[in-house]
DNA sequence: CTGAAAGCGCTTACAG
DNA sequence: CTGAAAGCGCTTACAG
């Protein structure tokens, strides 16, 4: 980039306050960052109002410099164009910037050691103020880079490899929870899931979710659980399959919107009403599937990826962390499907 | 926030490498600075090596104070969060990233001035060394908030209300055109066009697009234009309705992916072979609809809005900007469709 | 309660 | 070709 040297904009700076207001540059500095020694309360207003009259806001530049605190996070990103890492960095910059924080975000192939270690030394070098790690999920495990930095680390959507780590997921498994609390508060008791292939970390917790769900009801699963892929013409697949082994079933939790749609299509194909006959409850909330020009046609868990964001953001900028793994809870919307 | 001070990061700084190679402090910085002043071999060597041998990494902050530049961009959104505008954000601080560059954002609602007003002061204080404005499209008009920078000011994804601003917006009229032209290719003479609300600009223009391709090839459409909501279910009603009509067509060009997949349902649920009796086209690549674990079922043109916000970021850093309106091309993405 | 002075770590005219 | 010195605009011990 090579920014050109710009002719440095002239504004009013402390010193100018001083002058007016008739105080010394140390001063009107003490009064103005709000420090606690004592000043009197005339001097206080003067270096105020001359503040304000000169309207005067001071360099963030020099007070970085000064203070040796940047004003900006790193953001570690390993594909943050993907479909789920996209809303999680949102959340993190909005939440940073709301906090007058600037956000430096590297995309880089986080398991490619070599790349990420230039990535590290560039962002001590910029004396960030701490570092957000956004992984893309349960399904990789992140080298933890926690001891390369002397500020707060904090892993996003990213299961760390150090459980000393401060590691933000979403819960998976309170997702399978709330998905079957809600159809068995709605009445059923015959509930069927209908997932991805049973490799998958959030697979499997989403499916221990309703499996704690069901057994706390005193219900059991209306049939085995029938493993796929995240799509729907899985979930139109294995629905067919559902009713055709004539299982007596009245809730369907899919383990996501995709195949929560496709079974919404083979059982309104089928004659059979929804949810009067089979509930449904997908897991996304992903716009596009589940809402169709402002109308929902789906119940669904929100994972809530971008307050996840929002969440690292806050906990990184922030005295007291928590050590270890927050889960973040997702939010069950509800929608003519249920 | 007010992050507690921290103990100084006490690394190597460019004085030690001096000290170390013998030379001045001056003669070491314009070593590192890579400055075009003569220096002797020799020395600049030495001066190398020693930095090296340190592992010197100048301190930014010291660098941003001494140049008055910041290394930063400000960026200022209108509801980040909203559907479309997220792609433009994530291309936006990626690309900054991959330039160094840190993304201050603020999220504002930039039509009520009152909150604006205070972004734009934090900004300025902040030195940001430019400004980008993410809009949320063609719909609303952003005030033109330039003036009030020293720094280059760039609007993406925003029409603003100066044509003297730099503005990156998606070619609306383009995508109508690839449209079209791709289902000329394909040999088809009776196009159809089912759309949203006729007073959204970019239904306008899409539709433009449409009819300036066909008009080119010396056609004309083969029934006119279903306007209604941007919703699967109208693309549905609306193929109903086309069909009825008994018009003959071989393509529908649908105004978004939704509507083009509500065609594709009633289609194939009339018997109709897509792509081989009617080809249909959609707008968006929006992932969940048109792809569907990894299998695309839909043609549809892609808008580029991440690539819209590297655009974007890419000019606010650049010295030769252009002034007045970059359309961004959108890219045809063909599936089985068509 | 107030102020003079040092310091944060670079860059860059300027003098030699 | 090299270096001493000033400067960027704040903050903060320290002395009064």
């Excluded at 459980?163 to 997702?175: I, K, Q, T």
């Excluded at 299982?247 to 929560?260: E, K, Q, R, T």
Aim: aromatic share 4%.
């Amino acid at each position: 980039m090579a920014a050109p040297r710009r002719p440095r904009q002239r504004g009013v700076k402390l010193s100018d306050v001083a002058a007016v207001a008739g105080v010394s540059l140390s001063t009107a500095s003490k009064v103005l960052s709000g420090t606690t020694e004592r000043i009197s309360e005339e001097t206080r207003i003067r270096v105020r109002e001359a503040a304000a009259r000169l309207d005067f806001r001071p360099n963030a530049l020099a007070q970085s410099f000064a203070l040796g605190r940047s004003d900006t996070i790193g953001v570690l990103t390993y594909r943050a164009a993907s479909t789920f890492t996209g809303p999680v960095l949102v959340g993190v910059v909005l939440e940073l910037g709301a906090n007058r924080q600037a956000a430096l975000v590297y995309d880089e192939d986080i398991l490619g050691r070599r790349q990420i270690t230039e990535s590290i030394r560039r962002l001590q070098a910029r004396q960030i103020d701490g570092l957000i790690v956004v992984g893309d999920g349960h399904e990789h495990l992140s080298p933890s880079i926690t001891h390369e930095f002397q500020v707060p680390v904090t892993y996003a959507f990213a299961a760390s490899e150090s459980p000393e780590d401060v590691v933000f997921l979403p819960d998976n498994f309170e997702a399978g929870r709330i998905a079957t609390r809600h159809l068995i508060e709605r009445g059923r008791t015959r509930i069927a899931h209908i997932t991805a292939d049973s490799t998958a970390i959030s697979v499997q917790l989403r499916e221990k979710g309703m499996l704690a769900e069901l057994a706390a009801a005193g219900l059991q699963q209306a049939a085995p659980t029938r493993y796929g892929a995240w799509s729907q013409a899985w979930g139109a697949e294995a629905t067919e399959g559902l009713l055709a082994s004539g299982v007596p079933v009245d809730a369907i939790f899919c383990g996501n919107d995709h195949m929560a749609l496709g079974a919404l299509d083979v059982l309104r194909r089928r004659g059979v009403r929804v949810p009067e006959d089979i509930a449904i409850v997908g897991v996304d909330n992903w716009e596009g599937i589940v809402i169709d020009q402002g109308i929902r046609r789906l119940t669904t868990v929100d994972m809530e990826l971008q307050k996840l964001g929002r969440l690292a953001a806050r906990d990184v900028m922030s005295g007291e962390r928590s050590v270890g793994e927050q889960r973040v809870a997702p939010t069950l919307i509800v929608g003519p499907s249920s």
